[in-house]
């Protein structure tokens, strides 16, 4: 009788003209749909960014370029940070955490579907009025467009007296505005989370995927509410002549710094955390292994969120701190290694003794793996405050967060694409177009990065447009550029590969991987309501007990 | 103890000629690094007690850092090539192992013993080089950051000047360090002379200190390392540290006033007449405006524009005429002179030894 009723609803669906099709998705509430349009959105913004950071790489090729302005270069680099890490990383892993989160846990949508969707607008709209800065930054008066104040917009360069124009207020607002999305999006994360569990899913059984989203969203709130406080704070200063930031009048430069890290630290773990988890769900599967130590991977994240609440500092061991201070922050910074080795740690053990696919989702995890490595032990370099006290600042620093978020979550991002697309469409990503995807990207990815550390240690700071020649910086620069070139023809490889697969790719079928968790229990893409019965689990990989009735897991919990 | 300071010290010695080895061996570089005068800026080549003490800790962190990375990169690179999946295998599944209690608490604890040792080590550099107590024969000199440009007053000496800071080599067994105060007049900004010390920023309503004791002579380069603005880029630093009877005759030049010249009178008056004296001091006549470096003593640095430019005739004219074109964003207007007015500030300038 159901199943009957969706035939029909299908048909109509297929019949109705393509301006129906879109209504629906803009006014969706279904948390698969709003998951992908995070995601769309999110690409769409990472070609922006992309491309802002070819500018900066061409720039940078040779000494004395004058390709672009002083006042160009700088917006461009303001604008690079702010998009990759607020309209393209968050986003796009929340996006991920929607569409899978209740499926993973046999819900048939998330706690509060409205919300959801009013959240996904709201960071959408945030981006829409960061590169709205471009038209309207000198709105009725004032100087240049797009802001170019660094993505930290540190006061009191962010001030009405270094900053006229609106252009920093659409920053703020940007900011402000998408904050408030991401705590929507966190809420209900946690809400769902909490109440939608189907019969047996105990918290012990919840897939990694879920616990670790779990946490990521509970830093969410604790991380995104400083920094909305601040920029409140900061348009305060700017339109209400509060002086909080003011140095001018009495402000203190240092407090902005320290309300933006208590954001800006937690945040490097609300982007990695949901990594690992696309890790700690991809590397069983294709080691045909269950993850190694899963308790254990629990206490670590939860023991990061922790830990990682208190080493905002460490990105300011050069602004003055006394010598108790900067021992403390680089013991915390040191002391957040270790569970985070622990978790490298149990992904090897995972693959030990397992039978090892390389398919592109773990082409991409065994890249992650390698490259979160160095970038876990170049961090190490600069928890350590006197190291810091040279590299902080300079283009050491750029290759070591570079390393992380490009060199970790994105090749995380890659991997989760490669391994959820089949079940967002129905169809597999080509492996061969994968293939080519991993290794130009990889090539690209290091000579890029792993160039990038020599010229910090060789004295080049970060943010600067143009270099005199005879410093020794040129030649590396060039290879630097050249590698980004590469990667951006990997991406148009991925690129064309989402497109083309979703019109030729072949069937994927329910459960292409032979993988253990509820989202490949239903159909690829899977109806609105998720499961035609809601699933009742009896361990932590649901799927294994079912095609292995005689050994199944539930017997060893 | 001191085996393992030895041990340290053949270990650095050991890691620099590698990446010395290494940098000269790409094309270009060797001559790029022996150009003439002035030193690098390397972190990993220092030539006073904070730098040294850094690159000492810093080898220390790189080499323990570098045993972790070849451990767990060759237990990853046996575990790929080892354990893949072959043809053979099709629709068997390996040993389903869930955990080990003994494995997980090793792999927890000798992380944690990493991290103590590390951070023991680096707590006592950090204490080394942040505790010092200023000595009563050191120099002292309060730097303001401005856009794009720094400003150096020698308060006990009387002395300004810009964008070259003049200090004297310190021999280790009669040291004459040097302690910075660090101000700023309008954003943040950074001091970094890479081969001198780490960076320090200059910060407004938050004065900062550091200290260095150069023990070479010589001209060393840095810039300026927090964003501060358009010309953030162009905000270059050089430090001279010179012998001790240099620096002493370099004193001695600074603390006068400026000379009057028959042939620059002309120029003088344009410089009076037109707002420049607003924004610059030429000590003993009557401008006497704080925006700009002071030009006193313009003749005796080597580099005008914090050092974005050679201090010639030519480029000083340039520069006059109209800032923007060296140095675009910079906060100097053009004065739009005539070119007779130009030419008589110009020498007005060359006066100004």
Known sequence: ?557 | MSMLKMKYSTLRRLTQTALLLSWSAMPGWASELNGSSPHGTNIFAPASTPARSIADLSVFVLVIAGIIFIVVFSLLVYCVAKFRGRATDAGREPAQVYGSTQIEVAWTIIPILIVVVLFLATARVIHAIQDVPEPAGAVQVIVIGHQYWWEFRYPKLGIVTANELHIPVSDPNHPTPTFLQLLSADTDHSFWVPELAGKTDLIPNHPNRMWIDPQRTGVFVGQCAQYCGTQHAKMLLRVSVDGQAEFAAWVRTQQKTALEEAGAVAGKRVFESNACMNCHTVAGTSANGRFGPDLTHLMSRTTIAAGVAENTRANLRLWIQDPSLTKPGSLMPAMKLSDADLDAVVSYMETLR
């Open chain 1, 1 to 557: 009788m159901s199943a009957n009723a969706i035939t029909v609803s299908g048909a109509q669906i297929e019949a109705k003209p393509w301006v129906d099709e879109l209504h629906q998705w803009l006014t969706t509430i279904d948390h698969k749909r709003l998951g992908i349009l995070y995601i769309l959105s999110s690409l769409m913004f990472l070609v922006f960014g992309g491309v802002e950071a070819l500018i900066i790489r061409i720039q940078l090729m040779h000494s004395h370029s004058h390709f672009v302005s002083p006042e160009v270069f700088n917006r461009m680099f303001t604008m690079h940070g702010t998009t990759m890490i607020f309209f393209v990383a968050m986003p796009i892993l929340f996006g991920f955490a929607n569409y899978l989160v209740p499926l993973m846990i046999g819900a048939r949508d998330m706690a509060f579907p409205r919300l959801n969707a009013f959240s996904f607008w709201l960071s959408f709209l945030g981006g829409l009025l960061l590169y709205f800065s471009f038209v309207g930054g000198s709105g009725l008066y004032g100087a240049g467009n797009a802001p170019d104040v660094g993505w930290w917009s540190y006061a009191p360069l962010g001030a009405r007296a270094f900053s006229p124009g609106h252009s920093s207020d659409y920053w703020t607002l940007a900011l402000l505005v998408s904050g408030f999305g991401s705590i929507g999006t966190a809420i209900n994360i946690i809400a769902t989370i909490i109440s939608l569990r189907c019969p047996g899913m105990k918290l012990s059984r919840m897939p990694l995927l879920v616990w670790l989203n779990f946490v990521m969203a509970g830093m969410v709130l604790l991380a995104i509410t400083p920094l909305s406080a601040a920029q409140i704070m900061l348009l305060i200063d700017r339109y209400l002549g509060g002086h909080f930031f003011d140095t001018q009048a009495g402000g203190s430069a240092v407090l902005w710094m320290h309300f933006f890290w208590i954001f800006g630290h937690p945040e490097v773990y609300v982007l990695i955390i949901p990594c690992f988890a696309f890790m700690s769900e991809i590397i069983p599967v294709f080691s045909r292994k269950p993850i190694f130590g899963y308790p254990v991977m629990v206490a670590a994240t939860v023991c990061i969120a922790f830990v990682s609440m208190s080493v905002w500092a460490h990105h300011m061991f050069t602004i003055g701190m006394n010598s108790y201070a900067n021992s403390f922050f680089t013991l915390t910074t040191m002391a957040v290694g270790v569970p985070t080795g622990i978790k490298i740690f149990n992904w090897i053990g995972t693959m030990w003794g397992g039978r090892i696919l390389f398919k592109t989702p773990m082409l991409f995890s065994i890249g992650f793996l390698f490259q979160f490595l160095i970038a876990g032990l170049t961090g190490i370099m600069m928890a350590c405050a006197p190291f810091d006290w040279q590299l902080s600042l300079s283009y050491f620093v750029v290759a070591h967060f570079h390393y992380v978020i490009v060199g970790g979550i994105l090749f995380a991002l890659f991997a989760a694409f490669y391994y959820w697309y089949p079940k967002m469409t129905g169809r597999m990503l080509s492996e061969n177009l994968g293939k080519w995807h991993f290794w130009l990207f990889l090539i690209g990815f290091h000579l890029t990065f792993d160039v990038m550390h020599i010229p910090g240690l060789l004295g080049m700071p970060r943010r600067i447009y143009t270099y005199e020649p005879g410093r020794g910086w040129d030649s590396l620069n060039l290879v630097i550029s050249i590698g980004a070139f590469i990667q951006a023809a990997a991406i148009i490889v991925f690129v064309a590969n989402l497109i083309l697969s979703y019109f030729k790719g072949a069937m994927a079928g329910s459960d292409p991987w032979d993988a253990w968790t509820l989202e490949w229990s239903t159909s690829s893409p899977p109806p609105a309501y998720n499961f035609v019965t809601v699933p009742t689990v009896a361990s932590r990989r649901p799927l294994w007990d079912q095609k292995h009735p005689d050994d199944p897991d539930s017997r060893y919990e």
